[in-house]
């Protein structure tokens, strides 16, 4: 790649900063505005190789209609522009400083700064400069932090020189804070300057959160508005907050553990008790049976019939185990028909070994 090509290729690239930086050893700003009748500063990098190279500032949008305007060595020193533009290079931070003053609508248009080179093209870097009428801010949104003070500067240009300047909050003209013939206004909260050269400043003291909101610049019938925002002081106290308690927090286990053990032992307990009512139930009968078998210890037919009693008493309770656990097989696979089929086979089966057996019984 050869050196006139980088060159020519400073105008594609120099709204890109890092390419620029690479492609390009002089780097600016895109973008200058100015205030009509007032100036501006355009701030020029290079490259540190560049530090003993001439530099200038040129006026045209392309390398064959420029005009220079302003150059660092001294053999241009006679220009009859130079009280209109001036150029300081300082080589310690590899940069040069143009200034433009008295601007005028004419002064618009595309600049270059440019590095004088020996041999092949010179390396340059293009720029626009606007010249704005009536009445412009420097930042349109300007912060600060609650019980500091912040600076808004507003500018305007030559032909309101004379004018009234004044700062409004947007919306409500009755708050508009005004120059008067001194150029100046002050109280507790605001300080209101102008220089009378192409700007006011207006500086607003003790920052309040209610300072915070859109504003207005104003000169004549011009505006210019800039957003003010308030930051709260860093040491402001603020009112506990309290969150009501997260599953992450641990008594929060707590809680649903002891609510589990709770439940789990009222079951054991119901379980408990109903197991202990059948023993002292069945025991009751045992007993029962004990003192009847006592009564009539040689009656063989009484004997024979609390015998089968007994195994009648025994069989009724087998079958409501049994049929419990059927209950409990039907709720296992309800979904199961094969499962069901064969759980009802059982069942009838010991039905009729059941039947089977009362018949025998009713025939003895």
């Not at 045209?60 to 053999?75: Q, S, W």
């Not at 927090?249 to 054991?268: A, F």
Request: net charge neutral.
């Amino acid at each position: 790649m050869t050196k006139s090509f980088i060159s020519n290729c400073c105008l594609t690239f120099n709204h890109f900063h890092f390419l620029s930086a690479v492609l390009c050893w002089v780097t600016t700003q895109k973008e200058f505005i100015g205030p009509e009748g007032g100036s501006l500063t355009v701030q020029c990098r290079y490259g540190s190789h560049y530090a003993d190279h001439v530099k200038y500032w040129c006026h045209g949008g392309t390398r064959i209609y420029c005009e220079i305007l302003a150059r660092t060595d001294e053999t241009f020193s006679a220009n009859p522009s130079k009280d209109k533009v001036s150029i300081f290079d300082d080589p310690a931070r590899f940069m040069f400083t143009v200034t433009m003053n008295d601007l005028k609508e004419t002064d618009s248009g595309w600049y270059s700064c440019g590095v004088e080179l020996a041999s092949g093209a010179d390396d340059i870097a293009y720029t626009e400069v606007k010249v704005s009428h009536g009445v412009s801010v420097v930042n349109s949104m300007v912060s600060g932090e609650e019980g500091s003070s912040l600076t808004v500067q507003c500018l305007y240009t030559q032909r309101f020189r004379l004018s009234e300047k004044k700062w409004c909050r947007s919306g409500d003209p009755s708050s508009c804070l005004s120059t008067g013939s001194k150029g100046s206004y002050e109280d507790a909260s605001v300080d209101i300057s102008d220089d009378r050269t192409g700007a006011f400043t207006v500086t607003l003291k003790k920052l309040q959160m209610k300072d915070a909101g859109w504003y207005l610049c104003s000169a004549g019938q011009q505006q210019a508005a800039v957003q003010v925002q308030v930051r709260p002081h860093a040491s402001t106290k603020t009112e506990p907050v309290t969150t009501p308690p997260t599953p992450s927090q641990p008594w929060y286990h707590y809680r649903y553990m002891l609510e589990s053990i709770v439940g789990c032992s009222s079951l054991l307990l119901l379980v408990g008790l109903a197991v202990l009512a059948r023993k002292i139930q069945r025991k009751k009968a045992s007993s029962r049976f004990k003192e009847t078998e006592e009564i009539f210890p040689d009656n063989r037919r009484g004997m024979r019939d609390l015998q089968q009693s007994k195994e009648h008493m025994i069989k009724i309770d087998n079958k409501e185990k049994a049929s419990s656990r059927f209950k409990e097989m039907e709720e296992i696979f309800p979904d199961n028909p094969k499962g069901m089929r064969d759980l009802q086979r059982s069942k009838e089966h010991i039905i009729k070994i059941d039947n089977k057996g009362t018949i025998n019984l009713l025939a003895y």
